[in-house]
């Protein structure tokens, strides 16, 4: 198990690389000059040819890469062409809202989803199989902005009862998670449903049935916890999709986090800040999916036997 967690940590140094390379090639071939922008538009050439020199943006993009990789792997991100604070401190600064929100939001459509694709395949081709199914697909079918902001004009305008922005208190952090939570909720509820009847179906399940065991016992020994390993693939699947709704939704309710820290260094061309956030997201998504292959193995006896049997060969060899 030890080499095997070995392995894909060394496997995330190239997906890493070729993120931060795929983020520098893009922002540095939008249109838009940081150095102009800092000055503003009354800024002469002289002025503007300063900056760069002082920001490194004169230099060939092949050694501003080399440059910004040699800082990365000494842990410096660089400093903010905005702001000209280092980008760690940017980024630290907001990393607790952006994480919050993030981890109420799949807590949330996780409370959420389970149960009602659970319920749905108990109680199969009736209305309750079918209210779910079409709640799972109006939830998968909304655009996060246009539920954002439908939830703001419902909870802030029509029934002013929870707040349509700010951060701090429990009521400022209800309408981003719940927009959040909405999509990777319909998503687990559908995948909860096919999974649980699929394996409701195995001879296993029949044969449990036909001891006698009641009809609980059944379905959380034997059903439930062989469903599980799909939906905690799609899981974290969907966790990067709901890291990208994150940027959208912090904008949408003016949440100060990274999201929306990068929207706003996007419009300014600040190149190290947008780096080191996407990065952020990127280290972000590959715990996560290893974090999901770790949960395999508590769930899955074969994959533990396959591990032990792996290492059991190799000391016998």
């Known amino acids: 198990m030890l080499s095997y967690l070995c392995r894909r940590l060394l496997f995330f140094v190239p997906i890493l690389l070729g993120v931060s390379l795929l983020v520098f090639s893009i922002m540095h071939l939008t249109p838009g000059d940081p150095a102009q922008i800092m000055l503003g538009p009354e800024a002469t050439q002289e002025d503007i040819a300063k900056v760069r020199q002082a920001l490194g943006l004169d230099r060939p993009l092949a050694v501003q890469y080399l440059v910004f990789v040699s800082n990365l792997l000494q842990g410096d991100l ?22 919050l929100l993030a981890g109420c ?57 929870l707040p349509s922005s700010g951060y701090g208190e429990w009521r400022n952090l209800v309408l981003p998670a719940v927009t959040l939570a909405l999509q990777i909720m319909a998503i687990i509820a559908r995948m909860t449903r096919s999974s649980v009847l699929e394996v409701i179906r195995q001879d296993y399940v ?26 905690v693939t799609i899981t974290g699947l969907y966790f990067g999709i709901l890291l990208g709704g994150v940027v959208v939704i912090e904008t949408v309710f003016s949440y100060p986090g990274i999201g929306r820290m990068l929207v706003e260094a996007i419009r300014s061309h600040d190149y190290p800040l947008v780096q080191g956030g996407v990065l952020i997201f990127s280290v972000s998504v590959c715990a996560i999916n290893l974090g999901v292959d770790i949960l395999y193995a508590f769930l899955d006896p074969r994959i533990r ?7 059991g060969r190799r000391a016998a060899a």
């Open 206 to 231: 029949r044969t449990a049935r036909a001891k006698g065991l009641r009809e609980r016992v059944v379905l959380w020994r034997h059903a439930v916890r062989n469903a599980l390993l799909p939906v």
């Open 105 to 161: 939001g799949i807590l949330l459509a996780i409370c959420l989803g389970f149960p009602l694709g659970l319920l749905a395949a108990c109680r199969h081709n009736t209305l309750l199989d079918t209210s779910s199914s079409m709640l799972a697909l109006l939830g998968f079918s909304v655009p996060n902005f246009w539920a954002g902001l439908m939830l703001m004009l419902l909870f802030s305008i029509v029934i002013p009862i």
């Open 305 to 311: 036997e396959q591990y032990s049997g792996a290492r």
């Open 78 to 99: 660089g400093r903010s062409i905005r702001s000209d604070v280092p980008v760690w401190d940017e980024l630290t600064s907001r990393l607790p809202a952006t994480f």
